[in-house]
Each structure stands twice: as C-alpha cells, then as structure tokens.
C-alpha cells in the first residue's frame, strides 16, 4: 500500500513539474522575468505618484528623493535609479534622487519611502523615523495601508498591479492627493 502511494505521488509531482515546465515555456517568462517586470511597474508607479501629490512648500525646493527600505538586491531600487537617470536628462524636470536606506533607522529626509514586502517589519520603526517629514510611506505587504500604517500599499488583483490608499494616513502628513490618483486607488480607509 505504502509502495503504491509513492508511486502514485512520485507520478503526481512528475506530471506537475512538467506541466509547470510547459506553461513556463509556453508563457515565455521565468519567475524573475515576471517579478522584474513587477518591479518595474512598481517604479512606473512611484515615479507618478510625484506628479498626482503635493508636498508643502518647504518640501518643493531641492531633488525629489525616493528612499528604498532595504539591503542586497532590489529590483524597485533599480528601475527607479534607471528611470532617474533618464528623467534627470531633461532640464526642466526637478531632480530625481533615489537612495537606499539599509534599515529603518537610517532614512533621512525623503519625499517618499518605498518599504518592499522583504522589510515590512520596519514600518514602524520607518514610521517614527520619518513622522512630521511630509513622507509618503509607499508599501508592498496586504493589510499595510489599512492597518499599518502606509499611505499607498501595492497589491495584485486579477495579476495586475494597483495600489490601496489610505486617505486618512496621506492627510497626516499634510500631503495632497489630486482627485484622479484617488479614483485609481483602492480606497481602504
């Protein structure tokens, strides 16, 4: 019986392996094509926010910094250093400075954090960091935006990209929200 269990798995994990294998091909993208290309689109997504909010004044003048929560390789970190270096380019754009930031307690002033689902755990040492800054705290673990803390979370539906937005979290930190980022946004609060 035992045997024949084995067996019947051993075939099992067999004919998955190959029907992964084939859909992969198939496809035409590895697990690293796809969360790459993830994090590209979450990049897109950061660069834009830029343009839908508005900062007080005394956060207007200056580059625009984006701090990355995080050591080792980061895929956001990258596209966004990439896009920086094309948009900084053009002379009549404001600066585009992205730094990363190794842990929590060494964020300095930024405009916006982005805290990718591998550091959730220092969002709250980030959100005590950065209080009274006019940051906006950009997340990428469920439940942050609602519960956690962050303004924007990004979250996958229907294996598309969006973004939940606290309304109530952004208002803190005295940040306007230009009516048609928030009719994209999941609203969670």
Known sequence: MKSQFLKYTFRSTKILIIALIALNFISGKTAVEIKDTNAKIKAVFLYNFTKYIEWPEEKRKGNFVI???????QPVYNALATSAHRNNDKPSVRFLQINKYMDASSIADCHMLYIPKSHSSMLPVALKTVINTHTLIVTD???SAKSGGSDINFVVANNKVKFEMNKENVGKHNLKVSAMLTN???LVN
Do not use: C, P
Not at 67 to 73: M, P, S
């Open 67 to 73: 701090g990355v929560l995080g050591e080792g390789q």
């Open 141 to 143: 673990k469920a439940g």
């Open 184 to 186: 994209l946004a999941i």
